[in-house]
């Protein structure tokens, strides 16, 4: 038998937007996955660190976490290979936070979610203001590595409809 974690690894996604936050941007990390490695990742938890919204006016921010690459339009929650999606929206002001919706900073899976993509893609869409022109974000992901036969690592890929 392969062996297997003991404990969470930590794999870090960067992307950061251009001069105009409204284009969609993408930032991958390879995974180092392949049938021939025998190993899937056991997705624990993803933990997001987002710029400050936009003071004083609407904003909306999409972030999704995928194991599909190139994509040139934000994927949807349903679209083929999305582990995660989030969507903030609202209104920032300095006397406050009227914020209809805002990301999660920290999402965790109770049973982990299980991948066997060879890489990851993080995707960032939001307002074209300065608050999420040209930053940086950064995803962590919490994972361990599971033992997978070339069957079972069929059918995680088929699952995400990587092949």
């Not at 392969?2 to 870090?12: C, N, S, V």
């Amino acid at each position: 038998m392969l062996p297997r974690d003991l404990f969470m690894q930590f794999k870090y996604i960067d992307v950061t937007t251009g001069a105009d936050a409204s284009a969609i941007v993408e930032g991958e990390a390879s995974t180092g996955l392949s049938i021939r490695g025998a190993y899937g990742w056991l997705i624990h938890e993803l933990q997001l660190d987002v710029p400050k919204p936009p003071d004083g006016q609407d904003f909306y921010l999409n972030v999704v976490l995928s194991v599909v690459q190139g994509e040139t339009d934000m994927p949807e929650l349903d679209d083929k290979g999305v582990i995660e999606k989030f969507t903030s929206y609202g209104l920032f002001t300095t006397s406050g936070y009227q914020v209809k919706e805002w990301c999660p900073r920290k999402v965790v899976w109770q049973p982990p979610i299980i991948i066997a993509s060879p890489h990851l893609s993080l995707y960032v869409q939001g307002t074209n203001d300065a608050a999420f022109n040209s930053k940086k974000f950064r995803a962590r992901l919490g994972y361990t590595t599971h033992p997978l036969s070339s069957p079972e690592y069929l059918e995680v890929a088929e699952t995400w409809e990587t092949l």
